[in-house]
Protein backbone atom coordinates (compact mmCIF):
# COMPACT_ATOMS: atom_id res chain seq x y z
CA UNK A 1 0.00 0.00 0.00
CA UNK A 2 1.22 3.60 -0.60
CA UNK A 3 2.45 6.18 1.79
CA UNK A 4 -0.99 7.84 2.16
CA UNK A 5 -4.16 5.72 3.04
CA UNK A 6 -6.57 4.80 0.56
CA UNK A 7 -9.56 6.65 1.25
CA UNK A 8 -12.96 4.42 0.88
CA UNK A 9 -16.34 5.86 1.15
CA UNK A 10 -19.46 3.17 2.17
CA UNK A 11 -22.97 4.35 1.22
CA UNK A 12 -25.85 2.44 2.68
CA UNK A 13 -29.12 3.45 4.67
CA UNK A 14 -28.48 -0.08 6.96
CA UNK A 15 -26.31 1.24 9.77
CA UNK A 16 -25.55 -2.24 10.81
CA UNK A 17 -23.54 -2.36 7.13
CA UNK A 18 -22.23 0.86 7.56
CA UNK A 19 -20.14 -0.12 11.20
CA UNK A 20 -19.59 -3.52 9.88
CA UNK A 21 -17.67 -2.90 6.65
CA UNK A 22 -16.45 0.30 7.98
CA UNK A 23 -14.99 -0.42 10.69
CA UNK A 24 -13.48 -4.10 8.68
CA UNK A 25 -12.21 -1.86 6.47
CA UNK A 26 -10.25 0.55 8.83
CA UNK A 27 -9.08 -2.31 10.72
CA UNK A 28 -7.22 -3.49 7.16
CA UNK A 29 -5.48 0.19 7.27
CA UNK A 30 -8.12 2.20 5.07
CA UNK A 31 -9.21 5.61 5.95
CA UNK A 32 -13.27 4.61 5.92
CA UNK A 33 -15.83 7.59 5.65
CA UNK A 34 -19.58 6.59 5.51
CA UNK A 35 -22.41 8.16 4.66
CA UNK A 36 -26.82 6.95 4.76
CA UNK A 37 -27.96 8.63 1.83
CA UNK A 38 -27.24 9.46 -1.62
CA UNK A 39 -27.06 13.66 -0.76
CA UNK A 40 -24.67 12.89 2.31
CA UNK A 41 -22.47 10.74 -0.42
CA UNK A 42 -22.64 13.50 -3.04
CA UNK A 43 -21.75 16.22 -0.79
CA UNK A 44 -18.46 14.33 0.72
CA UNK A 45 -17.44 13.48 -2.82
CA UNK A 46 -17.59 16.76 -3.99
CA UNK A 47 -15.28 18.07 -0.60
CA UNK A 48 -13.09 15.15 -0.50
CA UNK A 49 -11.16 12.31 -2.61
CA UNK A 50 -12.18 9.48 -2.24
CA UNK A 51 -10.22 6.45 -4.09
CA UNK A 52 -13.05 3.65 -3.85
CA UNK A 53 -16.46 4.16 -3.06
CA UNK A 54 -19.08 1.53 -2.21
CA UNK A 55 -22.23 2.37 -3.21
CA UNK A 56 -26.31 0.50 -1.92
CA UNK A 57 -28.35 0.41 -4.94
CA UNK A 58 -31.48 1.02 -2.97
CA UNK A 59 -31.20 4.52 -0.66
CA UNK A 60 -33.85 6.16 0.76
CA UNK A 61 -33.40 9.73 -1.38
CA UNK A 62 -31.84 8.50 -5.22
CA UNK A 63 -31.64 5.04 -6.69
CA UNK A 64 -28.00 3.80 -6.52
CA UNK A 65 -27.22 3.76 -10.29
CA UNK A 66 -28.31 7.83 -10.42
CA UNK A 67 -25.69 8.15 -7.47
CA UNK A 68 -23.18 6.35 -9.37
CA UNK A 69 -23.42 8.66 -12.08
CA UNK A 70 -23.11 11.80 -10.31
CA UNK A 71 -20.62 10.40 -8.14
CA UNK A 72 -18.84 9.82 -11.37
CA UNK A 73 -19.22 13.54 -12.41
CA UNK A 74 -17.53 14.81 -9.12
CA UNK A 75 -14.39 12.34 -9.37
CA UNK A 76 -14.19 10.03 -12.67
CA UNK A 77 -11.28 7.80 -11.45
CA UNK A 78 -12.88 6.54 -8.32
CA UNK A 79 -13.70 3.09 -7.91
CA UNK A 80 -17.15 2.04 -7.87
CA UNK A 81 -18.49 -1.24 -6.65
CA UNK A 82 -22.49 -1.72 -6.37
CA UNK A 83 -24.29 -3.01 -3.44
CA UNK A 84 -27.60 -4.83 -3.64
CA UNK A 85 -29.62 -6.73 -1.47
CA UNK A 86 -32.04 -6.73 -4.35
CA UNK A 87 -30.60 -8.39 -7.41
CA UNK A 88 -32.02 -8.35 -10.58
CA UNK A 89 -30.56 -7.98 -14.37
CA UNK A 90 -32.17 -4.70 -14.91
CA UNK A 91 -29.95 -3.26 -11.61
CA UNK A 92 -27.03 -5.54 -12.75
CA UNK A 93 -27.15 -4.33 -16.26
CA UNK A 94 -27.89 -0.52 -15.41
CA UNK A 95 -24.96 -0.34 -12.85
CA UNK A 96 -22.65 -1.79 -15.48
CA UNK A 97 -24.31 0.71 -17.94
CA UNK A 98 -23.41 4.19 -15.78
CA UNK A 99 -19.49 2.57 -15.33
CA UNK A 100 -20.08 0.86 -12.28
CA UNK A 101 -16.30 -1.57 -11.73
CA UNK A 102 -18.31 -4.05 -9.61
CA UNK A 103 -21.46 -5.40 -8.73
CA UNK A 104 -21.98 -7.48 -5.30
CA UNK A 105 -24.61 -8.91 -4.04
CA UNK A 106 -25.68 -8.91 -0.41
CA UNK A 107 -24.57 -10.12 2.52
CA UNK A 108 -21.67 -9.65 1.55
CA UNK A 109 -18.91 -11.24 3.36
CA UNK A 110 -15.65 -8.71 4.65
CA UNK A 111 -13.33 -10.77 3.47
CA UNK A 112 -14.46 -10.96 0.23
CA UNK A 113 -15.53 -7.70 -0.19
CA UNK A 114 -11.67 -6.49 0.77
CA UNK A 115 -9.80 -9.02 -1.79
CA UNK A 116 -12.46 -7.19 -4.35
CA UNK A 117 -11.70 -3.36 -2.90
CA UNK A 118 -7.67 -4.97 -3.30
CA UNK A 119 -8.16 -5.95 -6.75
CA UNK A 120 -10.00 -2.90 -7.55
CA UNK A 121 -7.39 -0.51 -6.03
CA UNK A 122 -4.40 -2.84 -7.64
CA UNK A 123 -5.93 -2.06 -10.87
CA UNK A 124 -6.07 1.77 -10.15
CA UNK A 125 -2.35 1.78 -9.42
CA UNK A 126 -1.06 0.29 -12.45
CA UNK A 127 -3.58 2.29 -14.21
CA UNK A 128 -2.51 5.54 -12.76
CA UNK A 129 1.56 4.50 -13.32
CA UNK A 130 0.61 3.97 -17.07
CA UNK A 131 -1.07 7.50 -17.07
CA UNK A 132 2.34 8.73 -15.25
CA UNK A 133 4.52 6.68 -18.03
CA UNK A 134 3.02 8.01 -20.49
CA UNK A 135 3.27 11.24 -19.58
CA UNK A 136 7.20 11.37 -18.57
CA UNK A 137 7.52 9.74 -22.12
CA UNK A 138 5.80 12.56 -23.58
CA UNK A 139 7.52 15.35 -22.18
CA UNK A 140 11.27 13.56 -22.55
CA UNK A 141 10.31 13.84 -26.22
CA UNK A 142 8.81 17.01 -26.39
CA UNK A 143 12.24 17.93 -24.66
CA UNK A 144 14.25 16.20 -27.31
CA UNK A 145 11.95 17.80 -30.11
CA UNK A 146 13.28 21.28 -28.28
CA UNK A 147 16.42 20.38 -28.07
CA UNK A 148 16.88 19.93 -32.02
CA UNK A 149 15.33 23.46 -32.78
Known amino acids: ?11 DDDKAILKSLGD ?3 MKGYSVETA ?9 SKSQ ?5 VLDIKLPDI ?7 KIHETEPRMIRIMLTG ?22 VEPEKLLKLVEQ ?11 DKDKL ?3 IESRDKEFENK
Open 86 to 107: FPNMRNAVESLNERADAYVIKP
Open 63 to 69: EGTDLLT
Open 120 to 130: KLGEQDRELKM
Open 1 to 11: MNEHKRRILIV
Open 49 to 53: FFNLA
Open 24 to 26: YLA
Open 136 to 138: IKY
Open 36 to 44: KTGKEAIEK
